[in-house]
Nanobody, 124 residues
Framework: QVQLVESGGGLVQAGGSLRLSCAASGRTFSSYSVGWFRQAPGKEREFVAAFTWSAGSTYYANSVKGRFTISRDNAKNTAYLQMNSLKPEDTAVYYC?????????????????WGQGTQVTVSS
């Protein structure tokens, strides 16, 4: 079992930055791929970014590429999502998730564990 707890969300003006954290407990975090997803009101949960545990490959949604950066610190059992140049359309609840898979990490059904989410609101 892996427990995930997100933090770092909040209210920020357009153009600003936030860094989300995902603290993991339980099994060794380094052997899991980590993904960030988001869900806006009335919309489906969508992929934002992911980091695979084997090759260390990173993946980003086109909508955040160049603005968001995913990273992890295995020593701290923590993953991060640095979000820069935020836009109002980035407003959503952001979730981190852990997966034992290293492929197709853009889809929600590839993930075994989820955090409770943290709200990000970007004002215009």
């Amino acid at each position: 079992q892996v427990q995930l707890v997100e933090s770092g969300g909040g209210l920020v003006q357009a153009g600003g930055s936030l860094r989300l954290s995902c603290a993991a407990s339980g099994r060794t975090f380094s052997s899991y791929s980590v993904g960030w997803f988001r869900q806006a009101p009335g919309k489906e949960r969508e992929f934002v970014a992911a980091f695979t545990w084997s090759a260390g490959s990173t993946y980003y949604a086109n909508s955040v590429k160049g603005r968001f950066t995913i990273s992890r610190d295995n020593a701290k059992n923590t993953a991060y999502l640095q979000m820069n140049s935020l836009k109002p359309e980035d407003t959503a609840v952001y979730y981190c998730a852990a997966s034992r898979y290293t492929s197709d990490v853009r889809t929600t059904n590839r993930y075994h564990y989820w955090g409770q989410g943290t709200q990000v609101t970007v004002s215009s």
